[in-house]
């Protein structure tokens, strides 16, 4: 009897639209967890982002294009270490070649403190880059738990690397407070954003980042409405439309050189979809505006 097999990758995409050869994306799995200092639970994000964006149709309503057609390959997960040391140096490893490869990383976590070998890695090949995050936290902390990897510090240890551009924020700590003043960083708070119109806080956000742009995306940077999922709640957060908004405006306006989505803590399965949708919409933006861009060099 012959039987349909669905492949178990990202968007269950068939070898011809996934092997790493033709990849224009490749989905690095990191399920790691170990700082993780509230809910527990984010090691287990990244295997149910890929089985839920196995339900979601390829094909982007917004862009009309179909994200299958910009090649996305999976990586089958690591055995991570619980030293964080040891994990960074595992996270850069597996994102080297995708580097060196000229395809895009798209990381998905875990915790936050994934981010810094990535953005280690990228900033030894791009020039002038700089990181978009959305979070609510600030993730600001020089140490926290004794560790300067921990999730609390990524933003701190990304700081020290290239500029940044945080949104979202609504969790600081006075110390926090103290380093965003002393190093003047761009942040775009919360609060402020809830009370501006939705085009000048982008446009804002947009043009404080430089020509190469990584982004890291903290899912609790959502609103608890649209995404109760994560080990570290906050409310008042982004709506699905501001965030894609943001990110729609920044694949059109600058390179997205990679991106991360960390934080899911698998407790209910909207929460996954919508995860793997938000990851879905990256991928359709970025290739679509990469698409055109290629297109109007070739005229
Ligand atoms: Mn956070």
Redesign the pocket.
């Known amino acids: 009897m012959n039987y349909v097999r669905i492949p178990f990758n990202f968007a269950a995409l068939p070898s011809e639209f996934s092997s790493y050869e033709r990849a224009g994306f490749v989905v690095v799995p990191i399920p790691y967890d170990v700082t993780e200092s509230c809910i527990p639970g984010a090691r287990f994000g990244p295997r149910a982002i890929i089985s839920a964006s196995r339900n979601l149709e390829l094909f982007d309503e917004e862009l009309r294009v179909n994200i299958g057609g910009a090649g996305i390959a999976t990586l089958d997960e690591p055995v991570i270490s619980v030293i964080p040391e040891e994990m960074k140096a595992i996270v850069r490893e597996m994102v080297s070649p995708i580097i060196a490869d000229k395809k895009i990383p798209l990381v998905l976590g875990g915790e936050?403190s994934i981010s810094v070998g990535v953005v280690e890695e990228l900033k030894e090949h791009s020039k002038g880059m700089s990181v978009l995050q959305i979070?609510?936290?600030a993730?600001l902390r020089d140490k926290f738990d004794g560790s300067s990897l921990s999730h609390a510090c990524v933003m701190r240890r990304i700081a020290e690397l290239c500029p940044t551009v945080q949104v979202g924020i609504r969790s600081v700590s006075d110390d926090e407070m103290d380093f965003i003043r002393d190093n003047k960083l761009k942040l775009l708070w919360a609060y402020d954003i809830r009370n501006r119109a939705l085009n000048s806080w982008v446009k804002e956000a947009v043009s404080r980042l430089s020509d190469n742009v990584y982004i890291t995306i903290?899912l609790?940077?959502l609103d608890t409405s649209i995404m109760p999922a994560v080990g570290?709640p906050e409310p008042g957060g982004l709506l699905w439309h501001e965030v894609t908004h943001l990110l729609r405006s920044v694949a059109e306006k600058r390179h997205v050189i990679g991106f991360d989505v960390v934080?899911l803590c698998p407790c209910h399965p909207a929460s996954e979809f919508t995860a793997a949708r938000l990851v879905m919409k990256m991928i359709a933006y970025i290739h679509y505006y990469k698409r055109a861009r290629n297109k109007r060099v070739r005229k």
């Open positions: 936050h979070d609510a936290h993730d903290d609790d940077g570290t934080g």
